[in-house]
């Protein structure tokens, strides 16, 4: 058994220091780096992926509403046109920084409230999905687990890394538990890893009424600007390289 292990970063903005990329990228395997509209610049942006791809990191795009100040999670109507020039104004921001950095961009991550939208809605995630592929048809798609948004990446015939989460909790249709309700985000890094082989091994999401969601778990994400992000994603990595189960790239499958 094996899994990947993410998490999103170059959140940083300016001066403003969001997260401790520098540690999270000795631990993980993947990282999804913010491209500038909901967080991040280019100096935060091409730092980040310089130091992604000297640590053999997987480099990918996250790109999100153009929202600094509601840090891409306030939700935003948009036209189909506009939702896919927005993925791809962003996705090609990343692919020249990690050029420049000497790596490239091997996947593609919505972020936030884009994500959590488009894991509701089949239409928003065909926009983002088809502007992606547009750009790049080799590029990997991280979708979050048993939503739309996989079922999309099938349709479209593209690579695809399904994706759960190590510190936030279901709904009972796979889709993430708002943040303004308690018990959505979760802390403690001691229930993290055992919480994840639970989920790795019953072949499916567990959700907060002990549902289980079969499917396929291809990547593990532990969010940058949790407060105990490093410590979450250290527990998690050791908990399942000492339970067996290894810890490495998505090569991306298709449907």
């Known amino acids: 058994m094996q899994v990947d292990l993410n998490a999103d970063m170059g959140e940083s903005f300016g001066p403003w220091r969001m997260g401790d990329d520098a540690a999270l990228l000795e631990i993980i ?54 939702l896919g020039n927005l993925v791809a104004y962003q996705l090609g921001a990343a692919q020249a920084l990690t050029r420049r950095a000497g790596g490239r961009v091997r996947h593609l991550k919505l972020h936030g409230a884009l994500s959590n939208m488009a894991s509701e809605d089949a239409a928003m995630a065909r926009a983002c999905y088809r502007a992606a592929l547009a750009v790049d048809p080799g590029i990997i798609l991280v979708t979050l687990a048993a939503t739309p948004m996989e079922a999309v990446a099938r349709e479209l015939g593209a690579s695809y890394a399904n994706e759960i989460f190590a510190d936030r909790a279901y709904n009972d249709d ?35 009424s002990g549902k289980v969601i079969p499917c396929r778990i291809d990547t593990i994400c532990v969010h940058g600007d949790n407060p105990e992000a490093v410590a979450m994603a250290r527990a998690v990595r050791d908990h399942l390289v000492g339970v067996g189960i290894a810890v490495t790239q998505f090569a991306g499958e298709r449907g």
Request: hydrophobic share 40%; charged share 20%; with cysteine.
């Open 174 to 208: 796979a889709t993430l538990v708002d943040r303004s309700q308690p018990g959505a985000v979760l802390h403690d890094p001691a229930v993290a890893g055992a919480r994840m082989e639970k989920m790795i091994r019953a072949g499916g999401i567990v959700t907060e």
């Open 29 to 82: 395997t993947s990282a999804n780096i913010a491209c500038g509209f909901h967080a991040g610049d280019a100096d935060v942006m091409a730092s980040t992926m310089r130091r992604a791809a000297e640590n053999g990191v997987g480099i990918g795009a996250h790109p999100g509403f153009a929202d600094l100040q509601g840090f891409g999670r306030r939700r935003i109507k948009l036209s189909t046109e506009e």
